[in-house]
Structure formats: C-alpha cells, structure tokens
C-alpha cells in the first residue's frame, strides 16, 4: 500500500479489502506472489511483487491502455474542431442556443 501510495497509484476511496482480495487473485493466477516481511517492531507485512507472467501481462494491459488513450484523443481533438469551428457556445456557456450534433449528415466519420 505505502509504494502504491507513493507513485500514486491509488485513488482517494481504494477499498482495502478488495484491493487484497485482487491480490490474492492474482496471486493465484500467477501474477503477483507474495513472502512474509520479517519485522523486528510490529506486525509482519505481506510484500507482493510482479511474477514474469504478471509483467506479461501488465505490458499486454498497458498497450491496450495506450490505444485506448489514443483513441480518446483523437475523439475529443475532432469532437473540438468541429465544435469550435460551428460558431456555437462551448460546453460551459450559459446560453440556451442548440448545439449542432457532433455526428450527422455535416459530420460524417
């Protein structure tokens, strides 16, 4: 939790026990294994690390992260030229003027 903390890898409202179950999972999966820490002061703590299957995998997720982005992107840089270019109010304007639609005859893909 401390060195997910640190990179900020969690959210504000992470659900411990879910986020341990995921990691036994995962462990079971052969994603993650996990050892004991031991601990002079204190409770022992569980220390996961990443199995070579788990890198596997987190590469396979993090392409798919990337395209996904990309596509994202490439949506919200259109959606914006074609709004900007509609001389209509953006989407905080308070007026009550009609938007053209994004897609449609004028706007085809």
């Given at each position: 939790m401390e060195e997910l903390?640190?990179?900020?890898l969690l959210g504000q409202d992470v659900d411990v026990g879910n986020l341990y179950r995921t990691l036994r999972r995962m462990e079971g999966e052969g994603l993650v294994e996990?050892?004991?820490?031991?601990q002079s002061t204190g409770?022992?703590?569980r220390?996961?690390?990443v199995t070579p299957n788990?890198?596997?995998s987190l590469?396979?997720?993090a392409a798919a992260l990337e395209q996904r982005t990309s596509m994202i992107y490439n949506f919200l840089t259109e959606f914006h030229r074609i709004a900007?270019?509609?001389?209509?109010?953006?989407p905080g304007s308070n007026s009550n003027s009609t938007r053209e639609p994004f897609l449609g005859e004028d706007n085809p893909i």
């Open positions: 903390s640190k990179r900020k996990s050892t004991w820490s031991e409770p022992n703590k220390i996961y690390r788990g890198d596997e590469m396979f997720w900007d270019n509609t001389g209509q109010p953006g």
